[in-house]
């Protein structure tokens, strides 16, 4: 007899293709609840300056990479050829396609398509998926992903039943052929889309393989637990679990186990791992470091944008899971800072590598854990083309995740952004709030809603943790406990037009990081010593091309900062949005400062040198300074030291 849950699958399925709403699906017994339910892709409509990053990136390498990067070309395995059949393929299409159908646009769901009709239509009377030369189960991972997203976006009937083939055949491969290399410490990622189809079809199996996929993995709660890297790693010691980008996807690994346990000990794990790479680790941009592998806290080392994109994907996930405002305070610093840092502002060119104290972008050794001479050049494939083809998932995904269900009935704004939302509520009732704001660079966010008709329903919204004195009134009136760093619930009768607002104060804060050295933030912002910058043109490759930057302005400034009252040290100049808000040229929020110059901070290994242990001195002439956003500097100082004076910030 065909069981309940696959007669309400084939319902759904149906329903999902032909409602104009998609389709929520919260986690089935015996997974534990979730905080929030993800919302499907398509729900999540950007709009603004948000919108304008995801038409920038469609118009840059994102839109164009397929048509002159041979991994990506017609002859790739993805696609029936004979050429690249491990992870470029699936690398790309998991952030070309959820940017091509948050754009709705033609051009870029076509070339979507492609992939994802290929894999639907070449699937083996066996179950596998992929090239036939590719016996790896990692890359098969990343196109699950993919196709998760493309069902919920589409409802095509063809994907639940390939995915339940795929898993039946993986599960009684694995015991012979168990996960290799890469799989072993990404295999949260597959057990994510497990359980997604877990949620749609009840069958239990499907739990069996998650924790399979759990058994044979790496247990990063393990590492964790006992950390032993606790500074830089040489390249002698360096292994696939002080990988940056490993670790950046496994920073979800706990969360997801303890939706198959609901055991607090692995929930605790999930902050046992954040707190050990900040730590150890961490940059004042938000990242820890990584330059292939960790790299300690010093702020001339790197991090991989790979590293980047999937730490953001994993603080979505855990969002969902375990619903503390604290990850969408990391995600929002990701976002908006180490993202576009590493990207020049048309998007046709990406760095492998991006430092927070970024001098010069040139071809040249530097101190990096393990990576090669071009790693923090901006251009098409600097060092490795993983990012090359990984780098796309970063916006679509943020944009799609800035709202999530609340279980039973509900919406939670979990980071922000100028977006709309829109879905169904209990009672078929279909719901949209749109999302009108300039943060991060404004302090007021706008929120109307406009349901059917008149609906109770829990709004949640998420207090940033640096957001003192944030209030948030109803049609004008205040609403009580707003708390930074916590979740304020509203619940009420939502009529249509109901207007929202909230004010998140950006005072201006310092904190404390290598070598007693502070940077500065303001909201959700880390704010760099903008220098001047030349672009030497090295490579053509086809449209794109690789660059070196060289600065044309001092940058060993240290700041003269009152530390008990920072902003008595800087002034703020607001400027008018322009389309690229992460452009130097054009920012719009600066800040300005004073300074002194250190003669004595030189370059070394042609990156800034060793920072000088604050507080320092100066006979140097003071300057006035210009602090920009992080994302729009390229080249940047963004820890300082700071000049003898004052009370010490606090620490990060």
């Keep these: 007899m065909q069981s309940y849950f696959s007669v309400l699958a084939t319902l759904l399925a149906v329903a999902t293709a032909q409602a104009t709403e998609p389709v929520v699906f919260p986690n089935q017994s015996p997974l534990a609840p979730g905080a929030f339910a993800q919302l499907p892709l398509t729900s999540v409509t950007p709009r603004g300056w948000l919108r304008d990053q995801l038409q920038i990136q469609a ?7 397929d048509e002159f990067w041979p991994d990506l070309g017609p ?14 393929g699936p690398y790309y299409l998991d952030g070309l396609l959820p940017l091509a159908y948050l754009l709705d646009d033609a051009k870029l769901i076509a070339k979507a398509r492609k992939w994802v009709d290929w894999t639907l239509e070449h699937q083996r009377p066996n179950g596998a998926i992929g090239p036939e030369k590719n016996l790896d189960w990692w890359p098969n991972m990343l196109m699950l992903k993919a196709l998760t997203q493309y069902q919920e976006a589409t409802g095509d009937a063809r994907v639940i039943p390939l995915m339940r083939r795929y898993f039946a055949y993986q599960a009684s491969n694995l015991d012979e052929r168990p996960l290799h290399e890469w799989a072993i410490f990404r295999w949260q990622d597959e057990a994510l889309s497990v359980l997604w189809l877990y949620n749609r079809t009840g069958d239990k199996s499907l739990l069996d393989l998650a924790r399979k996929l759990h058994q044979q993995g790496h247990d990063w709660e393990a590492q964790f637990a006992s950390f032993g890297y606790t500074d830089r790693v040489e390249k002698s010691q360096a292994t696939l679990s002080t990988h940056g980008v490993n670790n950046a996807m496994a920073l979800k690994a706990a969360a997801v186990w303890y939706l198959l346990t609901n055991n607090g000990a692995d929930r605790e794990a999930a902050y046992q791992m954040l707190r050990e790479l900040d730590l150890y680790h961490a940059l004042p941009n938000g990242i820890f470091s990584a330059d292939e592998h960790y790299a300690g806290r010093n702020p001339s ?56 104290n970024q001098v010069m972008c040139t071809l040249a ?18 060092n490795f083309g993983c990012c090359t083809a990984n780098m796309h998932q970063g916006w679509p995904k943020f944009a799609a995740s ?14 922000y952004a100028p977006s709309e939302v829109h879905t169904t509520l209990p009672g078929s009732v279909p719901v949209s709030i749109v999302e009108d704001t300039e943060y991060p660079f404004r302090d007021r966010i706008s929120l109307t809603a406009n349901p059917a008709k008149p ?8 207090i940033p943790g640096w957001a003192a004195g944030a209030s948030v009134t109803v049609n004008g009136d205040p609403v009580n406990d707003v708390q930074p760093g916590r979740f304020l619930k509203v619940e009420r009768t939502w009529n249509p037009g109901d207007r929202v607002e909230l004010h998140f104060p950006m005072a201006i804060r310092v904190t404390k990081w290598y070598h007693n050295s502070i940077a500065v933030e303001r909201g959700p912002l880390v704010y760099s010593l903008a220098l001047g910058e030349t672009w030497n043109k090295l490579k053509q490759f086809g449209p794109a091309v690789d660059w070196e930057v060289f600065p044309t302005t001092p940058w060993n400034y240290a700041l003269a900062v009152n530390l008990a009252n920072p902003a008595a040290s800087f002034t703020v100049e607001e400027h008018p949005l322009t389309k690229q808000p992460f452009d130097a040229e054009a920012a719009p929020v600066v800040l300005h400062a004073k300074g002194r110059r250190l003669t004595s901070w030189e370059i070394e290994e042609s990156s800034a040198g060793t920072l000088p242990v604050s507080p320092v001195s100066s006979k140097q002439s003071e300057e006035s300074l210009r602090l920009v956003p992080y994302g729009a500097a390229k080249l940047r100082i963004t820890a300082f030291p700071y000049l003898a004076d004052g009370a010490q910030p606090a620490r990060e």
């Excluded at 002859?75 to 470029?88: F, K, V």
């Excluded at 999530?404 to 009935?409: L, T």
């Excluded at 609906?455 to 998420?462: D, M, S, T």
């Design 301 to 356: 080392q790197g991090t991989e944008l790979c590293a980047v994109v999937e730490a953001m994907f994993s603080l979505e996930t855990e969002m969902a899971i375990l619903g503390d405002a604290v990850f969408g305070d990391r995600l929002e610093k990701i976002a908006f800072n180490p993202l576009p840092g590493t990207f020049t502002k048309d998007m046709w060119g990406h760095q492998y590598d991006q430092q927070p």
């Design 75 to 88: 002859h790739s395995a993805w696609l029936g050829g004979t050429g690249e059949g491990w992870e470029r």
């Design 59 to 65: 118009a840059g390498l994102t839109g164009h990479l």
């Design 365 to 382: 050794d530097r101190n990096w854990a393990t990576n090669g001479p071009d790693s923090n050049l901006f251009g098409l494939e600097p």
């Design 455 to 462: 609906i109770q329903f829990p709004l949640v919204l998420r």
């Design 402 to 415: 800035l709202w999530m269900a609340v279980p039973g009935g509900g919406l939670a704004a979990v980071a």
